[in-house]
């Protein structure tokens, strides 16, 4: 008697990739879109909160803001393109303090050196600061540069301050311009970020 031929039985998948077969897993349509989208939304979070504080600190909404410089009026101090760091009411100005005030003849800003504040008597002597008859030790100041030059005496009112340049040969600064109000102060420059970190150097170094 003749028997059917037996068949191989049906086995679900293929034996070369090792794919068992089964059904295959489903994934939700567009759940990748959203995975992505989530990030994308917490990277323009992280974003706008970087850049918010920065943007703040421009507009000296902060207690610090940082400040270009984009003259060469301070050298050696500062020199044109140095990133300051200008630190708002820190107190009163200290004769010496490098100060970033609204300039007095448009609506930019300056940084210069407070050499006189309200009731001092400045004045240069053959390119020799002098404030209250005393002269200022300045090892910093190129005095052979200001051979010759005098200026003042003059009183700063209360309430005002003096400023100089530190590069004082042909600098615009309160010689020019007269005393500033304390209240065209911006604040006090505390360090550079930029391109040399760290506090200024002091003007009487060497003194």
């Known amino acids: ?21 089964g059904s295959p897993r489903h994934r939700a349509p567009g759940s990748g879109g959203r995975a992505w989208q989530r990030l994308r939304g917490a990277a ?3 974003a706008a909160g970087a850049a918010l504080p920065l943007m703040a600190a421009t507009a000296g909404l902060l207690p610090v803001q940082p ?28 004769r010496g ?3 970033a005030v609204t300039a007095p003849l448009d609506d930019g800003l300056l940084v210069k050196r407070a050499v006189g504040v309200g009731g001092d008597e400045v004045a ?8 209250d008859g005393t002269p200022v030790c300045e090892p ?19 309430g005002e301050l003096f400023l100089l340049s530190d590069s004082r040969d042909g600098s615009v600064d309160s ?33």
């Open 175 to 207: 010689r020019s311009f007269g005393p500033v109000p304390t209240s065209s102060l911006v604040g006090t420059v505390t360090a550079r970020l930029w391109p040399h970190p760290g506090a200024l150097p002091s003007l009487s170094a060497g003194c």
């Open 1 to 21: 008697m003749r028997t059917a031929p037996r068949t191989a039985a049906a086995v679900s998948g293929d034996p070369r990739t090792g794919d068992r077969g």
């Open 97 to 99: 303090d490098v100060v």
């Open 124 to 131: 240069i002597e053959d390119g020799v600061l002098v404030v």
């Open 67 to 94: 400040m270009r410089v984009d003259s060469d009026s301070m050298t050696p101090t500062v020199a044109s393109g140095d990133l300051l760091l200008v630190r708002h009411g820190q107190g009163p100005v200290q």
């Open 140 to 158: 910093a100041i190129d005095a052979a540069r200001l051979d010759g030059v005098w200026f003042g005496p003059v009183t700063v009112p209360e």
């Open 44 to 46: 323009l979070w992280v």
